[in-house]
């Protein structure tokens, strides 16, 4: 099955989990999938008319999915989906204290 | 403090000097949006010669520990940074003959990774899933393994990032306004802006108000800043006695207020720059008429708008 890795501020609904398995043929088959397995996650990657948020960027192994078929995009059983938002911090899990 | 007045005509000896005393410019377009009579303006930060207001905090963290001995000769430089402090530390760095060595998050634009590279500033790469915290984390355990080898500033823990602003950008302000600045408000990405300019502007007038922008999620689209509750703390954010409000920026407000400022006003700015606007714009309907709300242009939009990419096998 295809793996998404999973961004640090989404974390706490993949009960920390970093990779996740997922059935599916296209990114969008994937990520309902996804969604099955941690409810509500897929409304933090996509919006309301069901679109990828922009601040947010998918790849299918190293290419962002906007510059192929965006989440219609087909995908194999060894490749790999990565969620990554933008350079921002912020995390839901582990919180460190303060450097000093 | 009386702040020095820089002629603009200056000819100086090294681009070091030039950082700082940035313009600082109006925004009728948004004042207008706002409705209130309130005035916005915001400092050209984009106009530092690095291109950012990260500019300040790194000349000043650099020439603190060199003046102390903290920085020597076979000393490297090594930071972490999203982006703008290393294109800061990069040119600084070159400017003064001092190594630089920074860890990124390996998606930061390749806009900036062409720019730190350009000036020969050696890039180590975190996590792309970890955003700037993993990079915290990665540059800690390098210096951590070898001490000796580093000058690790730490811009989240330095002093001297938010004196640049006390000395600097608070000063600039109240010269720039004639005195006249009534609401501060920017978002916080280590802090040192608001931490520095907010102090010496409450030291100067109490009566200021001093506002915080942070993203509204964990999740966000406002590249540089924090959200605090679900980040690692900087050290030198202490807000007590001067930050006044928080506003918490949904990235759609700040992402459309860039696009405002670069058709209606034509600045071409980055996305926390929209953000800071937008939270200006936010203060000045609540403030109303007479007051004089300052905020932040905090880099260029230009060092974003190309898609990212990165290769996995550069990350350590």
């Known amino acids: 099955m295809p793996n998404v890795r999973i961004p640090t501020p989404l974390r706490k609904l993949t009960e920390g989990k970093e990779e996740v398995a997922c059935a599916g043929a296209t990114v969008r088959a994937v990520f309902d999938d996804l969604d099955r397995q941690h409810p509500g996650i897929k409304a933090r990657i996509c919006d309301d008319a069901g679109g990828v948020r922009k601040f947010i960027n998918v790849f299918a192994n190293e290419e962002d999915i906007r510059f192929l078929q965006n989440l219609d995009t087909p995908v194999g059983d060894k490749d790999e989906i990565s969620i990554v938002p933008a350079i921002a911090g912020g995390r839901d899990v582990d919180v460190e204290p303060a450097a000093r | ?316």
């Open chain 2, 1 to 316: 403090m009386l702040p020095i007045t820089r002629p603009t005509d200056i000819a100086t000896a090294s681009i070091v000097d030039l950082v700082g005393n940035t313009p600082l410019v109006r925004l009728r377009s948004v004042e207008a949006r706002a409705g209130t009579g309130a005035e916005i303006w915001a400092k050209c930060e984009f106009a530092n010669p690095g291109g950012s207001v990260k500019d300040r905090a790194a000349r000043k963290m650099i020439l603190d520990a060199l003046a102390d001995g903290r920085l020597a000769p076979g000393k490297t430089l090594i930071d972490s940074t999203s982006g703008n402090t290393g294109v800061a530390y990069s040119m600084i760095g070159a400017a003064l003959g001092v190594p630089v060595t920074l860890v990124m998050p390996a998606n930061v634009s390749a806009a900036r990774k062409n720019i730190t590279a350009a000036y020969g500033t050696e890039v180590i790469f975190s996590s792309e899933l970890e955003g700037s915290d993993g990079a915290i984390r990665l540059v800690r355990q390098i210096v951590a393994e070898t001490p000796e080898k580093w000058f690790f500033p730490d811009q989240y823990g330095n002093p001297s990032n938010p004196g640049a602003h006390y000395e600097g950008t608070g000063p600039e302000i109240v010269r720039q306004t004639g005195g006249r600045v009534t609401h501060f408000v920017t978002g916080i990405g280590t802090t040192g802006t608001l931490m520095g300019t907010g102090r010496f502007l409450k030291g100067h007038d109490p009566k200021i108000r001093v506002t915080a922008m942070q993203p509204d999620d964990a999740l966000h689209g406002l590249e540089g800043l924090k959200h605090l509750p679900s980040s690692i703390v900087p050290a030198i954010w202490h807000p007590e006695g001067i930050v006044d409000d928080t506003i918490w920026m949904p990235t759609d407000e700040g992402w459309d207020m860039s696009e405002h400022l670069v058709h209606e006003e034509g600045l071409f700015v980055g996305h926390s720059s929209g953000g800071n606007v937008a939270a200006a714009l936010r203060v000045a309907k609540q403030a109303g008429p007479g007051a004089v709300v300052v905020t932040v242009l905090c880099d260029r939009g230009d060092r974003y708008f190309a898609p990212l990419s990165w290769d996995r096998k550069q990350i350590y």
